[in-house]
């Protein structure tokens, strides 16, 4: 009787561990993916404003290298198998700073400690990065506040000339970790459109900047990705 009992345990100890080595094997391996810096275009503008901007701050929930999807109004949950190549606020910073290079009125984008002295810092935060994967939806949130300030000559402080948070929503094709990704990067396209726009009425309305042709309407640009 208890060889029968030692041979049963023995064989069940044989099953889970092949069960366990079968899940194993099934279990996709983890993917990297990245937030893109759009294609740069001519060298910078003479005469163009210096703009810098500091690191961004993303808020604890998103912070992580794990993508985060929302699930229901009040739950969030972090993907296993899919993760940012690095840190959120690392890209995020890279991918805005490129943004910003290419704009016609910038000439050149430099962090905060730079040696060539801003006219204006740009800081910002990442309020919502958050996938969301449902039965009957898929989509990509992002959630972005930016503050501008106007750098003070010598000792004087800097003065803050805007405040704006941007949100948009890309509906994905398809409900995969690659989708979602995909639409953070068309959403900062539309939320850096639209922030571009405000920040150039803002310095011409400070007097940093001259009145002149205003960029392409966020309607006709064609986000990076698209």
């Given at each position: ?13 044989v ?6 080595a079968?899940?194993?094997?099934r279990?996709p ?17 003479a005469?163009?404003l ?47 700073r490129g943004?910003?290079?290419?704009a016609d ?20 935060s990442?309020?919502k ?6 039965s009957?939806?898929?989509?990509s ?22 405040l ?5 929503t ?15 990067n ?17 310095l011409?309305a400070?007097g940093?900047?001259?009145g002149?042709?205003?960029p392409?309407?966020q309607?006709?640009r ?5």
């Amino acid at each position: 009787m208890r060889r029968r009992a030692l041979c049963i345990a023995i064989l069940q100890l044989v099953d889970a561990l092949a069960a366990t080595a079968c899940l194993t094997a099934r279990s996709p391996s983890p993917r990297s993916f990245t937030i893109d810096a759009p294609q740069p275009k001519d060298p910078s503008t003479a005469g163009g404003l210096i703009v810098a901007v500091a690191r961004v701050e993303v808020a604890p929930e998103y912070s992580g290298e794990a993508l985060v999807y929302q699930t229901s109004d009040h739950e969030l949950v972090r993907d296993p198998y899919a993760r940012f190549a690095a840190l959120p606020s690392s890209m995020l910073a890279t991918a805005i700073r490129g943004y910003l290079a290419n704009a016609d009125f910038i000439g050149d984008v430099v962090s905060p400690a730079s040696e060539l002295p801003p006219q204006v810092t740009v800081e910002t935060s990442a309020v919502k990065l958050a996938g969301v994967l449902r039965s009957t939806e898929s989509s990509s949130l992002l959630t972005i506040r930016f503050r501008v300030l106007r750098n003070g000559k010598g000792p004087a402080p800097p003065t803050e000339l805007f405040l704006k948070t941007y949100s948009a929503t890309s509906n994905n094709p398809r409900a995969t970790s690659r989708a979602v990704v995909d639409g953070w990067n068309r959403a900062l396209a539309e939320i850096m459109g639209n922030f571009e726009s405000d920040l150039r009425t803002s310095l011409v309305a400070a007097g940093l900047l001259s009145g002149g042709p205003q960029p392409t309407p966020q309607a006709n640009r064609t986000p990076k990705g698209e």
